[in-house]
Structure formats: C-alpha cells, structure tokens
C-alpha cells in the first residue's frame, strides 16, 4: 500500500545551496501503539545538490534503511529534478519499505527542503496546499539555527517543520503518518551532517549515480518494486555491464551500493544455476502424483486430469498478509476462464507452513479458503502438507520465492517449471504460459 506523504517545499531566493552541497539526515518511523522495540524502523537518507545553468537543481539520493524490511539495491537510490521552488514529483521520492504483521507499506520520505514566497519571520502564518502553516520559534538542529514551523489540516496537527534560516534546507521535520487500517505512525527525519565537495569530487560522484542509474535503466526496473524478477537476459545484462558501473561509484554510501549489487549479482546466478538443476530434474519426466487435499478435507483424486494439461500453481494462498501482486492468481485465473472450453485444468496448490502441523492445519485451510473467496477465484486450491512441492522440486532450497508453476502434459510429462512471476501482457495476461499450454494441448491424443 502506498502512503501519499506530500511535503511543501521551501527557499529562500537569497541564499540558495550551492552545488555540491552534501546533506545527511536520520530518520525513524515508529507506529504510535505497540512496543517501538517492534514496530520502529531507522533509516538514513543521503543526498547531494547539483546546481545547473536552469533554475532548480537536481538531488541525488540514497536511503539506507535498518528493522522491518528494506528494498533492494535497486530501490536505495534515485535522481531528483526540483523546480525553483523545490518541488518535484512525488512518485521518485525515496520510500521506506514497512513491513508489518498485516502487509507490507510503501511510505514516502519526504524532501529535506522547503520553499516560501517571502522570508519567514516570527510569527508568521500562511496556507499553502491546503494546509495552515504558523512560525512558533526558533529551534537548533545540527549546530544550525531554524524557525520551527507547526502544520495543521482540517483534522489537526500534522506535521512540525525546522526550517533553515539561511537556506532552503529542511533541518528536521516530524510528521504523522496512517497506513493500514488507519493505523497512527510518527515520520521524522533530522540533519545530522552537512559538507561541500569540491566541483571535481562532486562530477565523480554524479558520474557514479548516472552510471548505476544507466544499468538500473538497462534492467527494466520500475521504481518501487517489490518482486523484481531476474530473467536470463537480466541477469547477463548485470553480469555484463555492472563491473564498469561499480568502478565509476565513489564515496558512500555509494560505494555500499554498488556492493550490494555486487553480492546480489552473485546471488542470483547462483540460484539461476541451482533453478536450472532442479528444472532439469524435472521438465521431461513423468509427473509424480503426492497427496494433496482440497479444501473440504477430501483427498485429491489425480484420475480427475488423466488426458488434460495441468496447470499447478504453487502459492501461500492465504489471506494474511494479503499483498499485490498476489502470486498473480487473478492471471492465473483469467487463463483458466478462457481456457475453459479446452482440455485444461488449472489446480491452485496453497503451501503454508501451518498445514504441515495437525494443530494449525484447519487455520491453514480456513486461510486458503478466504483467500479464494476475496480473489473471487473460479479455479480449485488444494492443500499441500509438503509432500507435493518437495516432490515437483521446492525452489526455495536455492533461496527463490514462490509462486512456482508446474504445467503436465496430457501424456503426463512436466513440459513446463517457472519459478516467480511472469511477464505481464495487457491483451493475453500471462502470455508465456499460455503459449506453454497451447504446445502441451497439441500433444493431446
């Protein structure tokens, strides 16, 4: 879930920073009840001002996050055009990744600036985007002085600011947050470091972030993603094209950026290597037949898809937490409606750790049973204890994450083992699949 969290933004035309300007804050977001020792996350937030010939500038930035979840590489770092009153577009701003028992919420860190019309003073109140803005103060933060600025809406207090008195910067801010089922959390962010690089260090360093932004590009990646697949030619792109990129990245926190990428480049090869293994174990041999049992305690017949192609999808299929893309089974199911007419079985298999003890089971089920329900699906979702995946090859002992889909021949063969979503495509849906289905339709007597 995303949380809209838009900040205004603030200069004072007289003294703007300098290009080169480097800013650190530190931050928290901690929920308003519950133990902090559980639900707060810290996080860091690094950025560099470059200033051009145009009015504006352009902030890059890192984010390094710490408790409750956090993106990968890809997500840690980004680029940022403001306008001369320091806005910019709200979908790149940096986002901290919250995981909570419920779900997972993307949220929004708002731009460490802020932007006035005329110079604030004592005393001073104003609307801007529908919220009333008032100077209560002085405050100091980092060695700095600020006007402490509180913000309020229609329902209340909202945030309260530390606005620099000789710059635009924003040198502290706090803000509440509601994610959830309207669940109170407490944003804050705080200057903790400021320098100047030199006109030479501060090219390096923008060499380095356009040159992992380059790769980033070449990858396909979409801003905020969760799930990022790595196809073969994804991960012969990394493997080809991250080690001049790394060697441009100077400086943390780029340098443990590019690290990162690193680890993770040998990561995913190692687990390609270890998913071909498995998926040629498999792909070609006749299809076990392990116990599994449908929703109403009966046990699975495999006499129902003798002669049809099956289409297994290997999921949690439960209804908490319950986050997009869903393993994708609303795809999986429009597969199954338009093939509704032909010699297909799709076959939902729900793998969840409380199946495999008698004492949880039922909740297991209970789990499955309303999330077939909420997704409104037309096709079966069967129990599995554990026998059944590990039987088709669990692609988790390589560290990959479910779904898994298996597709049987009408002979009985596995022709097909995917690991992970697949490309979307807006006119067929799962288009790789359905083209494996067709193929394995052609087979039939």
Not at 22 to 50: H, I, M, N, Y
Not at 86 to 92: E, Y
Not at 405 to 420: R, T, W
Request: charged content about 25%; overall charge positive.
């Amino acid at each position: 879930m995303q949380v809209a969290l838009l900040v205004a933004l603030t200069t004072l035309p007289a003294a703007p920073l300098e290009s080169g300007t480097e800013l650190e804050f530190q931050g928290r977001f901690v929920a308003e009840k519950g133990d902090p020792a559980v639900t707060q996350k810290d996080f860091r937030l690094s950025c560099l001002v470059v200033r051009g010939s145009q009015p504006g500038a352009t902030i890059y930035w890192t984010l390094g996050e710490q408790g409750r979840g956090q993106w990968s590489w890809l997500d840690r770092f980004g680029k940022l055009d403001v306008n001369p009153k320091w806005r910019a577009d709200s979908s790149l701003l940096p986002a901290l990744l919250y995981q909570r028992p419920a779900g997972t919420s993307i949220v929004p860190v708002m731009l460490p600036f802020f932007a006035a019309d005329e110079p604030l003073r004592s005393d001073a109140s104003w609307v801007q985007d529908r919220l009333d803005y008032r100077v209560t103060g002085d405050a100091r933060v980092a060695g700095r002085t600020g006007w402490h600025v509180d913000v309020r809406n229609a329902y209340g207090h909202q945030r309260t600011l530390v606005i620099d008195k000789e710059s635009p910067l924003l040198l502290a801010a706090t803000s509440t947050v509601f994610i959830g089922q309207g669940e109170e959390h407490e944003l804050s962010l705080q200057l903790v470091r400021r320098g100047q690089l030199s006109a030479e260090k501060s090219a390096a360093v923008q060499r380095g972030f356009e040159a992992l932004l380059t790769l980033r590009g070449q990858l396909e990646h979409e801003p905020r993603t969760r799930e990022f697949q790595w196809t073969a030619e994804r991960l012969a792109t990394l493997r080809g094209k991250l080690p001049k990129a790394a060697e441009q990245a100077v400086g943390e926190p780029l340098l443990t950026i590019a690290q990162a990428a690193r680890e993770d480049a040998r990561r995913q090869a190692n687990r390609s290597g270890a998913l071909k293994a498995v998926r040629k174990q498999v792909v070609g041999q006749l299809a076990p037949k392990p116990p599994l049992t449908e929703l109403d305690g009966a046990k699975f017949d495999w006499k129902q898809v003798a002669g049809r192609v099956t289409v297994l999808h290997f999921w949690t299929y439960r209804d908490s937490p319950l986050e997009e893309p869903y393993g994708q089974v609303a795809y999986v199911d429009f597969l199954r409606r338009q093939r509704e007419k032909d010699k297909v079985t799709v076959l939902g298999v729900a793998v969840n750790e409380l199946l495999e003890d008698p004492a949880s089971f039922r909740r297991g089920a209970q789990s499955a049973k309303k999330l077939r329900t909420f997704m409104n699906l037309s096709y079966p979702v069967l129990l599995d204890s554990g026998a059944a995946i590990q039987a088709f090859g669990d692609p988790r002992i390589t560290g990959a994450k479910l779904p898994l889909v298996v597709v049987i021949d009408p002979q009985g063969k596995v022709v097909h083992y995917h690991v992970g979503l697949y490309k979307f495509d807006r006119d067929r849906g799962l288009a790789e699949l359905d083209d494996v289905v067709t193929q394995a339709l052609k087979t039939a007597p």
